[in-house]
Protein backbone atom coordinates (compact mmCIF):
# COMPACT_ATOMS: atom_id res chain seq x y z
CA UNK A 1 0.00 0.00 0.00
CA UNK A 2 1.26 3.21 -0.97
CA UNK A 3 3.66 5.35 1.85
CA UNK A 4 1.11 8.09 2.13
CA UNK A 5 -2.70 6.02 3.01
CA UNK A 6 -0.42 3.87 5.31
CA UNK A 7 0.46 7.65 6.76
CA UNK A 8 -2.92 8.46 6.44
CA UNK A 9 -4.94 5.23 7.42
CA UNK A 10 -2.40 5.19 10.60
CA UNK A 11 -2.80 8.77 12.08
CA UNK A 12 -6.79 8.02 11.47
CA UNK A 13 -6.41 4.88 13.65
CA UNK A 14 -4.94 6.87 16.62
CA UNK A 15 -7.08 9.98 16.37
CA UNK A 16 -10.05 7.21 16.31
CA UNK A 17 -8.78 4.72 19.13
CA UNK A 18 -8.50 8.50 21.03
CA UNK A 19 -12.13 9.83 20.41
CA UNK A 20 -14.72 7.18 20.18
CA UNK A 21 -14.11 5.77 23.38
CA UNK A 22 -14.28 9.14 25.35
CA UNK A 23 -17.31 10.78 22.81
CA UNK A 24 -19.47 8.17 22.98
CA UNK A 25 -19.21 8.11 26.79
CA UNK A 26 -19.82 11.70 26.30
CA UNK A 27 -23.03 10.92 23.83
CA UNK A 28 -24.55 8.80 26.62
CA UNK A 29 -24.19 11.14 29.32
CA UNK A 30 -26.89 13.10 27.18
CA UNK A 31 -29.84 11.88 29.14
CA UNK A 32 -28.20 13.03 32.82
CA UNK A 33 -28.03 16.61 30.87
CA UNK A 34 -31.29 16.89 29.83
CA UNK A 35 -32.44 15.26 33.23
CA UNK A 36 -30.35 17.31 35.37
CA UNK A 37 -30.27 20.92 33.68
CA UNK A 38 -33.35 22.51 32.25
CA UNK A 39 -33.80 23.85 28.88
CA UNK A 40 -33.03 27.60 30.45
CA UNK A 41 -30.07 26.32 31.94
CA UNK A 42 -28.97 24.59 28.79
CA UNK A 43 -29.06 27.46 26.89
CA UNK A 44 -27.71 29.73 29.14
CA UNK A 45 -24.53 27.34 28.94
CA UNK A 46 -24.60 27.28 25.51
CA UNK A 47 -24.97 30.84 24.53
CA UNK A 48 -21.41 31.09 27.17
CA UNK A 49 -19.68 28.74 25.28
CA UNK A 50 -20.33 29.79 21.65
CA UNK A 51 -19.75 33.24 22.84
CA UNK A 52 -16.15 32.04 24.17
CA UNK A 53 -15.55 30.21 21.40
CA UNK A 54 -15.87 33.57 18.81
CA UNK A 55 -13.63 35.06 21.02
CA UNK A 56 -10.95 33.02 20.97
CA UNK A 57 -11.36 33.10 16.85
CA UNK A 58 -10.90 37.12 17.17
CA UNK A 59 -8.74 37.65 19.99
CA UNK A 60 -5.97 34.91 19.71
CA UNK A 61 -6.23 35.57 15.57
CA UNK A 62 -6.03 31.90 15.21
CA UNK A 63 -2.48 32.13 16.20
CA UNK A 64 -2.71 27.80 16.47
CA UNK A 65 -3.15 27.48 12.68
CA UNK A 66 0.19 29.57 11.95
CA UNK A 67 1.73 27.22 15.12
CA UNK A 68 1.05 24.16 13.26
CA UNK A 69 1.26 24.89 9.76
CA UNK A 70 5.01 27.08 10.85
CA UNK A 71 6.20 24.33 13.15
CA UNK A 72 5.95 21.49 10.63
CA UNK A 73 8.09 23.75 7.94
CA UNK A 74 10.65 25.09 10.41
CA UNK A 75 10.95 22.71 13.15
CA UNK A 76 14.43 24.32 13.86
CA UNK A 77 12.09 27.17 14.81
CA UNK A 78 9.88 25.59 17.18
CA UNK A 79 10.32 27.15 20.53
CA UNK A 80 10.48 30.61 18.65
CA UNK A 81 6.56 29.87 16.76
CA UNK A 82 5.79 28.61 20.41
CA UNK A 83 6.53 31.42 21.99
CA UNK A 84 5.08 33.80 19.70
CA UNK A 85 1.69 31.63 20.11
CA UNK A 86 1.92 31.31 23.65
CA UNK A 87 2.18 35.60 23.93
CA UNK A 88 -0.58 36.42 21.78
CA UNK A 89 -2.87 33.89 23.60
CA UNK A 90 -2.09 36.03 27.06
CA UNK A 91 -2.51 38.97 25.25
CA UNK A 92 -5.62 38.07 23.92
CA UNK A 93 -7.21 36.56 27.52
CA UNK A 94 -6.65 39.89 28.87
CA UNK A 95 -8.69 42.16 26.10
CA UNK A 96 -11.44 39.11 26.46
CA UNK A 97 -11.25 40.01 30.32
CA UNK A 98 -11.26 43.76 30.08
CA UNK A 99 -14.16 43.44 26.88
CA UNK A 100 -16.27 40.97 29.50
CA UNK A 101 -16.02 43.94 32.60
CA UNK A 102 -17.14 46.64 30.08
CA UNK A 103 -19.77 44.67 29.22
CA UNK A 104 -20.36 43.41 32.86
CA UNK A 105 -20.40 47.08 34.12
CA UNK A 106 -22.81 48.10 31.42
CA UNK A 107 -25.32 45.59 31.65
CA UNK A 108 -26.02 44.35 28.32
CA UNK A 109 -26.58 40.78 29.11
CA UNK A 110 -27.59 40.78 32.58
CA UNK A 111 -26.43 37.74 33.26
CA UNK A 112 -25.01 36.65 36.67
CA UNK A 113 -21.33 37.97 37.43
CA UNK A 114 -19.81 34.11 37.35
CA UNK A 115 -21.37 33.57 33.77
CA UNK A 116 -18.62 36.42 32.36
CA UNK A 117 -15.83 34.74 34.58
CA UNK A 118 -16.12 31.09 32.73
CA UNK A 119 -16.42 32.61 29.52
CA UNK A 120 -13.13 34.01 30.14
CA UNK A 121 -11.63 31.17 31.45
CA UNK A 122 -13.70 28.71 29.01
CA UNK A 123 -11.52 31.02 26.50
CA UNK A 124 -7.88 30.79 27.69
CA UNK A 125 -8.54 26.69 28.45
CA UNK A 126 -9.56 26.15 24.67
CA UNK A 127 -7.60 28.54 23.15
CA UNK A 128 -4.67 27.13 25.25
CA UNK A 129 -5.24 23.59 24.51
CA UNK A 130 -5.77 24.10 21.18
CA UNK A 131 -2.12 26.17 20.43
CA UNK A 132 -0.46 23.35 22.57
CA UNK A 133 -1.75 20.15 20.62
CA UNK A 134 -1.21 21.79 17.14
CA UNK A 135 2.51 22.00 18.26
CA UNK A 136 2.45 18.27 19.44
CA UNK A 137 0.93 17.56 15.66
CA UNK A 138 3.74 19.78 14.35
CA UNK A 139 6.55 18.03 15.76
CA UNK A 140 5.04 14.85 15.01
CA UNK A 141 3.99 13.41 18.68
CA UNK A 142 0.20 12.60 17.07
CA UNK A 143 -0.33 9.55 19.70
CA UNK A 144 0.09 11.88 21.95
CA UNK A 145 -2.01 14.41 20.71
CA UNK A 146 -4.36 11.66 20.66
CA UNK A 147 -3.86 10.83 24.18
CA UNK A 148 -4.47 14.24 25.53
CA UNK A 149 -8.11 14.34 23.65
CA UNK A 150 -8.94 11.25 25.92
CA UNK A 151 -7.86 13.38 28.91
CA UNK A 152 -9.80 16.17 27.86
CA UNK A 153 -13.08 14.47 27.40
CA UNK A 154 -12.33 12.21 30.46
CA UNK A 155 -11.88 15.14 32.84
CA UNK A 156 -14.83 16.78 31.32
CA UNK A 157 -16.86 13.63 31.71
CA UNK A 158 -15.48 12.89 34.95
CA UNK A 159 -16.60 16.47 36.29
CA UNK A 160 -19.71 16.15 35.22
CA UNK A 161 -20.34 13.31 37.06
CA UNK A 162 -19.35 14.12 40.06
CA UNK A 163 -20.45 17.78 39.99
CA UNK A 164 -23.76 17.08 38.49
CA UNK A 165 -24.43 13.63 40.00
CA UNK A 166 -22.85 13.81 43.35
CA UNK A 167 -22.50 16.89 44.69
CA UNK A 168 -25.43 18.09 42.75
CA UNK A 169 -23.89 21.86 41.57
CA UNK A 170 -26.39 22.21 38.71
CA UNK A 171 -25.59 24.70 35.65
CA UNK A 172 -22.01 25.33 38.10
CA UNK A 173 -21.04 22.01 38.14
CA UNK A 174 -21.32 21.68 34.60
CA UNK A 175 -19.40 24.93 33.82
CA UNK A 176 -16.29 23.88 36.24
CA UNK A 177 -16.46 20.27 33.91
CA UNK A 178 -16.35 22.39 30.32
CA UNK A 179 -13.35 24.37 31.48
CA UNK A 180 -11.13 21.71 33.90
CA UNK A 181 -11.45 18.70 30.34
CA UNK A 182 -9.16 21.38 27.63
CA UNK A 183 -7.31 23.11 31.15
CA UNK A 184 -5.92 19.68 31.85
CA UNK A 185 -5.08 18.38 28.54
CA UNK A 186 -3.48 21.58 27.88
CA UNK A 187 -0.88 21.18 30.93
CA UNK A 188 -0.45 17.33 29.75
CA UNK A 189 0.64 18.75 26.28
CA UNK A 190 3.15 21.50 27.83
CA UNK A 191 5.00 18.09 30.04
CA UNK A 192 4.70 16.04 26.67
CA UNK A 193 6.49 19.33 24.54
CA UNK A 194 9.55 19.38 27.40
CA UNK A 195 10.09 23.05 25.95
CA UNK A 196 11.15 25.29 29.04
CA UNK A 197 9.04 27.34 30.66
CA UNK A 198 11.32 30.43 29.46
CA UNK A 199 10.06 29.30 26.05
CA UNK A 200 6.86 30.54 26.93
CA UNK A 201 8.17 33.72 28.22
CA UNK A 202 11.55 34.73 27.41
CA UNK A 203 11.60 33.17 23.43
CA UNK A 204 12.02 35.55 21.19
CA UNK A 205 10.83 35.05 17.75
CA UNK A 206 12.03 37.08 14.81
CA UNK A 207 9.75 40.01 13.42
CA UNK A 208 10.11 38.83 9.65
CA UNK A 209 8.76 35.27 11.26
CA UNK A 210 5.93 37.29 12.96
CA UNK A 211 4.91 38.85 10.37
CA UNK A 212 4.62 35.53 7.93
CA UNK A 213 2.91 34.19 11.03
CA UNK A 214 0.25 37.11 11.13
CA UNK A 215 -0.61 37.36 7.63
CA UNK A 216 -1.22 33.58 7.17
CA UNK A 217 -3.53 34.27 9.91
CA UNK A 218 -5.46 37.06 9.37
CA UNK A 219 -7.66 35.64 6.69
CA UNK A 220 -7.99 32.95 9.21
CA UNK A 221 -9.59 35.56 11.36
CA UNK A 222 -12.08 36.38 8.81
CA UNK A 223 -12.70 32.72 8.31
CA UNK A 224 -13.07 31.84 11.78
CA UNK A 225 -15.75 34.65 11.98
CA UNK A 226 -17.88 32.89 9.55
CA UNK A 227 -17.86 29.67 10.46
CA UNK A 228 -18.76 30.86 13.98
CA UNK A 229 -21.83 32.46 12.20
CA UNK A 230 -22.96 29.20 10.40
CA UNK A 231 -22.64 27.35 13.06
CA UNK A 232 -23.70 29.54 16.37
CA UNK A 233 -25.25 32.45 15.25
CA UNK A 234 -28.56 30.80 14.99
CA UNK A 235 -28.59 30.66 18.82
CA UNK A 236 -28.58 34.02 19.24
CA UNK A 237 -31.29 34.60 16.93
CA UNK A 238 -33.04 31.44 18.09
CA UNK A 239 -32.81 33.22 21.93
CA UNK A 240 -33.89 36.08 20.27
CA UNK A 241 -37.46 35.37 18.57
CA UNK A 242 -38.10 32.00 20.55
CA UNK A 243 -36.47 32.26 23.60
CA UNK A 244 -33.96 31.11 26.00
CA UNK A 245 -35.46 27.64 26.65
CA UNK A 246 -36.12 27.18 23.03
CA UNK A 247 -32.38 27.60 22.17
CA UNK A 248 -31.84 24.97 25.37
CA UNK A 249 -33.97 22.47 22.85
CA UNK A 250 -33.01 23.50 19.54
CA UNK A 251 -28.57 22.82 21.30
CA UNK A 252 -29.77 19.86 22.48
CA UNK A 253 -30.37 18.71 18.77
CA UNK A 254 -26.88 19.13 17.56
CA UNK A 255 -26.10 16.21 19.92
CA UNK A 256 -27.07 13.56 17.25
CA UNK A 257 -25.46 15.11 14.64
CA UNK A 258 -22.11 14.78 17.06
CA UNK A 259 -22.10 11.57 15.86
CA UNK A 260 -20.72 12.07 12.53
CA UNK A 261 -19.05 15.18 13.62
CA UNK A 262 -17.06 12.92 15.80
CA UNK A 263 -16.35 10.36 12.55
CA UNK A 264 -14.85 13.37 10.29
CA UNK A 265 -13.26 15.42 13.27
CA UNK A 266 -10.67 12.17 13.87
CA UNK A 267 -9.86 11.77 9.88
CA UNK A 268 -9.57 15.66 9.99
CA UNK A 269 -6.92 15.57 12.56
CA UNK A 270 -4.91 13.20 10.74
CA UNK A 271 -6.33 14.89 7.34
CA UNK A 272 -4.64 17.97 7.90
CA UNK A 273 -1.18 16.08 8.51
CA UNK A 274 -1.46 14.70 5.07
CA UNK A 275 -2.84 17.63 3.07
CA UNK A 276 0.22 19.70 3.99
CA UNK A 277 2.63 16.65 3.29
CA UNK A 278 1.78 15.12 0.22
CA UNK A 279 0.17 18.34 -1.62
CA UNK A 280 0.24 17.80 -5.09
CA UNK A 281 -1.76 20.15 -7.29
CA UNK A 282 -1.72 17.92 -10.27
CA UNK A 283 -2.55 14.99 -7.94
CA UNK A 284 -0.80 12.78 -9.76
CA UNK A 285 -1.48 9.65 -8.20
CA UNK A 286 -4.58 10.72 -7.22
CA UNK A 287 -4.67 10.52 -3.42
CA UNK A 288 -6.59 13.57 -2.65
CA UNK A 289 -9.37 12.56 -5.18
CA UNK A 290 -9.62 8.96 -3.59
CA UNK A 291 -9.38 9.72 -0.54
CA UNK A 292 -11.84 12.97 -0.81
CA UNK A 293 -14.20 10.10 -2.67
CA UNK A 294 -13.94 7.32 -0.03
CA UNK A 295 -14.36 9.56 2.56
CA UNK A 296 -17.72 11.28 0.68
CA UNK A 297 -18.96 7.90 0.49
CA UNK A 298 -18.81 6.67 3.92
CA UNK A 299 -19.94 10.15 5.22
CA UNK A 300 -23.12 10.34 3.12
CA UNK A 301 -23.78 6.60 4.07
CA UNK A 302 -23.26 7.09 7.89
CA UNK A 303 -25.14 10.43 7.33
CA UNK A 304 -28.84 8.51 5.73
CA UNK A 305 -28.06 5.55 8.65
CA UNK A 306 -28.07 8.11 11.62
CA UNK A 307 -31.31 9.53 10.21
CA UNK A 308 -33.10 6.55 9.93
CA UNK A 309 -32.24 6.00 13.70
CA UNK A 310 -32.78 9.75 14.78
CA UNK A 311 -35.86 9.18 16.11
CA UNK A 312 -35.02 6.32 18.59
CA UNK A 313 -31.86 7.91 19.25
CA UNK A 314 -33.84 10.99 20.36
CA UNK A 315 -36.18 8.49 22.58
CA UNK A 316 -33.58 7.24 24.50
CA UNK A 317 -31.27 10.66 24.55
CA UNK A 318 -33.63 13.47 25.18
CA UNK A 319 -35.23 13.78 28.25
CA UNK A 320 -38.90 15.63 29.07
CA UNK A 321 -39.16 18.83 27.27
CA UNK A 322 -36.47 18.47 24.79
CA UNK A 323 -37.47 15.08 23.13
CA UNK A 324 -38.76 17.80 20.46
CA UNK A 325 -35.45 18.21 19.71
CA UNK A 326 -35.13 15.46 17.20
CA UNK A 327 -37.17 17.67 14.34
CA UNK A 328 -33.73 19.51 14.29
CA UNK A 329 -31.15 17.01 14.41
CA UNK A 330 -31.86 15.21 10.98
CA UNK A 331 -31.79 18.33 9.25
CA UNK A 332 -28.70 19.62 11.32
CA UNK A 333 -27.23 16.43 10.52
CA UNK A 334 -26.97 17.28 6.60
CA UNK A 335 -25.09 20.55 7.89
CA UNK A 336 -22.62 18.51 9.48
CA UNK A 337 -22.64 15.97 6.21
CA UNK A 338 -21.79 19.35 4.30
CA UNK A 339 -19.15 20.73 6.91
CA UNK A 340 -17.39 17.66 6.20
CA UNK A 341 -16.75 18.12 2.86
CA UNK A 342 -15.80 21.66 3.31
CA UNK A 343 -13.39 20.74 5.73
CA UNK A 344 -12.14 18.36 3.67
CA UNK A 345 -11.76 21.71 0.78
CA UNK A 346 -10.41 23.80 3.31
CA UNK A 347 -6.91 21.83 4.10
CA UNK A 348 -6.68 22.06 0.86
CA UNK A 349 -6.27 25.75 0.66
CA UNK A 350 -4.20 25.56 3.81
CA UNK A 351 -1.61 23.11 2.25
CA UNK A 352 -0.96 25.89 -0.81
CA UNK A 353 -1.14 28.65 1.63
CA UNK A 354 -3.87 30.43 0.58
CA UNK A 355 -5.88 31.26 3.43
CA UNK A 356 -7.97 33.62 1.87
CA UNK A 357 -10.08 31.22 -0.54
CA UNK A 358 -10.57 29.62 3.14
CA UNK A 359 -12.20 33.29 4.26
CA UNK A 360 -13.95 34.15 1.32
CA UNK A 361 -15.90 30.85 0.88
CA UNK A 362 -16.86 31.02 4.37
CA UNK A 363 -17.64 34.58 4.39
CA UNK A 364 -20.40 33.60 1.46
CA UNK A 365 -21.50 31.43 3.39
CA UNK A 366 -22.10 33.39 6.36
CA UNK A 367 -24.00 35.89 4.44
CA UNK A 368 -26.20 33.53 3.49
CA UNK A 369 -26.64 32.03 6.51
CA UNK A 370 -27.43 35.06 8.76
CA UNK A 371 -29.99 36.35 5.77
CA UNK A 372 -32.14 32.98 6.09
CA UNK A 373 -31.87 33.34 9.46
CA UNK A 374 -33.37 36.68 9.58
CA UNK A 375 -35.69 35.58 7.04
CA UNK A 376 -36.90 31.66 8.42
CA UNK A 377 -36.67 31.88 12.21
CA UNK A 378 -39.88 34.68 12.76
CA UNK A 379 -41.73 32.81 10.66
CA UNK A 380 -40.45 28.82 10.90
CA UNK A 381 -38.84 29.12 14.35
CA UNK A 382 -35.99 26.55 15.13
CA UNK A 383 -36.24 24.58 12.42
CA UNK A 384 -35.87 27.54 10.03
CA UNK A 385 -32.36 28.53 11.87
CA UNK A 386 -31.67 24.61 11.22
CA UNK A 387 -32.48 24.85 7.57
CA UNK A 388 -30.57 27.83 6.80
CA UNK A 389 -27.44 26.32 8.42
CA UNK A 390 -27.95 23.17 5.64
CA UNK A 391 -28.41 25.82 2.98
CA UNK A 392 -25.46 28.02 4.18
CA UNK A 393 -23.13 24.75 4.20
CA UNK A 394 -24.03 23.71 0.90
CA UNK A 395 -23.21 27.02 -0.71
CA UNK A 396 -19.88 26.93 0.65
CA UNK A 397 -19.26 23.12 0.03
CA UNK A 398 -20.09 24.37 -3.52
CA UNK A 399 -18.54 27.44 -3.85
CA UNK A 400 -15.35 25.60 -2.40
CA UNK A 401 -15.32 22.92 -5.20
CA UNK A 402 -15.76 25.74 -7.77
CA UNK A 403 -12.62 27.43 -6.15
CA UNK A 404 -10.83 24.33 -5.62
CA UNK A 405 -9.64 23.71 -9.31
CA UNK A 406 -7.80 26.53 -9.18
CA UNK A 407 -5.39 24.72 -7.09
CA UNK A 408 -5.33 21.31 -7.54
CA UNK A 409 -6.86 18.48 -9.99
CA UNK A 410 -9.17 16.46 -8.66
CA UNK A 411 -11.34 13.97 -10.27
CA UNK A 412 -15.01 13.94 -8.63
CA UNK A 413 -18.16 13.00 -9.83
CA UNK A 414 -20.42 15.98 -8.84
CA UNK A 415 -23.51 14.66 -10.65
CA UNK A 416 -23.49 11.67 -8.73
CA UNK A 417 -22.70 13.22 -5.36
CA UNK A 418 -25.53 16.34 -5.63
CA UNK A 419 -28.13 12.95 -6.79
CA UNK A 420 -27.10 11.43 -3.40
CA UNK A 421 -27.37 14.70 -1.54
CA UNK A 422 -31.11 14.85 -2.81
CA UNK A 423 -31.68 11.43 -2.21
CA UNK A 424 -31.11 12.42 2.05
CA UNK A 425 -32.96 15.29 1.63
CA UNK A 426 -35.64 13.47 0.37
CA UNK A 427 -34.95 10.75 3.63
CA UNK A 428 -35.34 13.84 6.16
CA UNK A 429 -38.88 15.02 4.85
CA UNK A 430 -40.27 11.40 4.82
CA UNK A 431 -38.79 11.09 8.90
CA UNK A 432 -41.31 14.35 8.91
CA UNK A 433 -44.11 13.03 7.51
CA UNK A 434 -46.75 11.56 9.59
CA UNK A 435 -45.49 8.24 10.82
CA UNK A 436 -42.22 8.84 9.67
CA UNK A 437 -42.61 6.91 6.25
CA UNK A 438 -39.97 4.25 7.32
CA UNK A 439 -40.38 2.13 4.28
CA UNK A 440 -39.14 4.68 2.12
CA UNK A 441 -36.59 6.10 4.70
CA UNK A 442 -34.79 2.65 3.90
CA UNK A 443 -35.40 2.72 0.21
CA UNK A 444 -33.08 6.13 0.70
CA UNK A 445 -30.56 4.88 2.49
CA UNK A 446 -30.04 1.57 0.50
CA UNK A 447 -29.93 3.85 -3.03
CA UNK A 448 -27.13 5.92 -1.19
CA UNK A 449 -25.49 2.79 -0.69
CA UNK A 450 -26.29 1.35 -4.01
CA UNK A 451 -24.59 4.80 -5.41
CA UNK A 452 -21.31 4.35 -3.22
CA UNK A 453 -21.29 1.06 -4.05
CA UNK A 454 -17.63 1.16 -5.84
CA UNK A 455 -15.84 2.61 -2.50
CA UNK A 456 -17.77 0.73 -0.37
CA UNK A 457 -16.82 -2.29 -2.04
CA UNK A 458 -13.09 -1.19 -2.07
CA UNK A 459 -12.77 -0.47 1.99
CA UNK A 460 -14.73 -3.47 2.52
CA UNK A 461 -11.08 -5.04 0.78
CA UNK A 462 -8.95 -2.74 1.97
CA UNK A 463 -10.04 -4.04 5.56
CA UNK A 464 -10.72 -7.79 4.00
CA UNK A 465 -7.16 -7.95 3.44
CA UNK A 466 -5.43 -6.42 6.77
CA UNK A 467 -7.56 -8.78 8.60
CA UNK A 468 -5.77 -11.65 6.62
CA UNK A 469 -2.57 -10.38 6.96
CA UNK A 470 -3.28 -9.72 10.62
CA UNK A 471 -4.06 -13.62 11.06
CA UNK A 472 -1.32 -14.96 8.52
CA UNK A 473 0.79 -12.83 10.69
Given at each position: MNSKYKNLGKNTIIFAISSFGTKIL?????????????????????????????????????ISSSVLR??????????????FGFRVLMIGTLICGFLLALVYACDFLEWPVYYYFFVVLYFFATAFYEMMSSYLRAINKVKEVAFAGIIASGTMITGNIIFLLVIKTGILGYLISVVLGPLVAAIFCMFIAKEPLRT???????????????????????????????????????????????????????????ILATCYSVFASAWSLSAIIEFDSEDKDGFFSNTYNTYGALMTMACSFIVLFNIPLARFLYSKDFFVAWRYSSVLLLSVMFNTFTVFQGSIFSAAKNTKAIATTTIISAVVNTILNIALIPVMGAIGAAIATVVAYFVMWLVRYVFSKKFITMRIDIRKDILIYAIITVQIIFEHLENHFYPGQIMCLLAVV???????????????????????K
Open positions: SFLLVPLYTTVLTTTEYGAVDLITTTATLLVFVLTINFTIEQRNKGQNILSYFVVNCPKSLKREMVVYCVPLIFNNIALWINAFLDRYFVTYYCGVSENGIYSVASKIPTLLNWKYLKTIIMVLTRKMKYGKD
